[in-house]
Structure formats: structure tokens, C-alpha cells
């Protein structure tokens, strides 16, 4: 079972590094490999209030990093790394050339990480009801 887990750090860390390259890109690059251009952004859904894409990204982020990382202790200071990061990967797009700080984006992002927690909390609290 720990090297079950073991394996989900791999991919948690992999993703975040991946994340981290993505948002400081000047520009889009998966627009570039897809279309062409490093100023058009791939939509995977329309935006609502918040933008979507990012609201994906980082519950599939979030979703990795709860079956990573186990402990109380770790489930601390792992939502306070995502929200932290949500935050300062958006405002970094202040001074990134080709890109932009957008509040529907910033919000998207940290949905996307309290929709899990509250997701999380939710099975917790039935799970003890169930013992």
C-alpha cells in the first residue's frame, strides 16, 4: 500500500512541475503546439465566472495531492501549498511577457482546490458515521 502511494508523489510532483512550467511560459504553449500561436489558449469548456480550465487543472492537482499525502499534518500544509500557489502563479502573470493576471482565472484556481477539500471533508464526516 506505501509504495502505492509512493507512486502518487512521482506523479503529484511531476504534475506541480509541469504546472509551475506551464503558468510562468510567456505565452501558451500548448496553444502553440496545438494552433500555432503562444497567444491563443486551448479552451476545454466556456468560462462561467471563473475560468475553467484553470478550475480543472488544480482539482486534478488537488484530487492527486489528497492520495499522496495522508497524514493530518501533511493535508495542512498541503492545501496552504496549493492555495499559496494558485495565488502566486497568478500574480507572477503580472510580469510574465504574453500574459496577464485575470481575476476569473485566480478564482478558478482556487475553486478548484476548495471544491476538493470540501469534497474531502464531506467523505470524512460520512466515513465516521459509518464505523
Excluded: A, C
Amino acid at each position: 500500500m506505501i509504495k502505492f502511494f509512493s507512486n502518487f508523489k512521482i506523479v503529484f510532483y511531476s504534475i506541480n512541475f509541469t504546472l509551475i512550467f506551464l503558468y510562468l511560459y510567456p505565452g501558451s504553449l500548448i496553444g502553440y503546439f496545438i494552433y500555432g500561436s503562444k497567444k491563443i489558449q486551448p479552451q476545454i469548456t466556456p468560462d462561467l465566472v471563473i475560468s475553467s480550465n484553470h478550475f480543472y487543472v488544480f482539482v486534478l492537482v488537488t484530487i492527486i495531492g489528497f492520495f499522496t499525502f495522508i497524514k493530518k499534518n501533511q493535508i495542512k500544509f498541503l492545501i496552504m501549498y496549493l492555495i499559496s500557489l494558485s495565488i502566486l502563479l497568478e500574480i507572477l502573470h503580472l510580469i510574465i511577457p504574453e500574459r496577464s493576471f485575470q481575476w476569473s482565472d485566480l478564482f478558478g484556481n482556487l475553486v478548484g482546490v476548495v471544491v476538493v477539500i470540501l469534497i474531502k471533508n464531506l467523505i470524512n464526516k460520512y466515513e465516521v458515521f459509518k464505523k
